[in-house]
Nanobody, 121 residues
């Protein structure tokens, strides 16, 4: 059974930093592309960063230069370092394990339960 458990959210003032963590189990983490999404009230969930098994990264334009995604395969954990936060970053942040093919079998993607990030002005 796949489990993604996020942690590290909280309340921070504008200009501050937070580091989110996502511990994964039940997946072949080392070959899985992992990502972070966020959803603000009344808005659609959006992709903000992803990292492949080879550590190639992608960032949404609005977070480039402020957020850094990384992974520790030994710990089956993906991180999101968020610096220079603004009130517009306030949202529920979700960890996502992208779908993959393992030994010829399709494995659906999975989501964590989310962690709230609130940035005050």
């Amino acid at each position: 059974q796949v489990q993604l458990v996020e942690s590290g959210g909280g309340l921070v003032q504008a200009g501050g930093s937070l580091r989110l963590s996502c511990a994964a189990s039940g997946i072949t983490f080392t070959i899985n592309t992992m990502g972070w999404y966020r959803q603000a009230p009344g808005k659609q969930r959006e992709s903000i960063a992803s990292i492949t098994s080879g550590s190639t990264t992608y960032y949404r334009d609005s977070v480039k230069g402020r957020f850094t995604i990384s992974r520790d395969n030994a710990k089956n954990t993906v991180y999101l370092q968020m610096d220079n936060l603004t009130p517009e970053d306030t949202a529920m942040y979700y960890c996502h394990a992208y779908p993959q093919v393992v030994a010829g079998s399709f494995v659906e993607g999975s989501w964590g339960q989310g962690t709230q990030v609130t940035v005050s002005s």
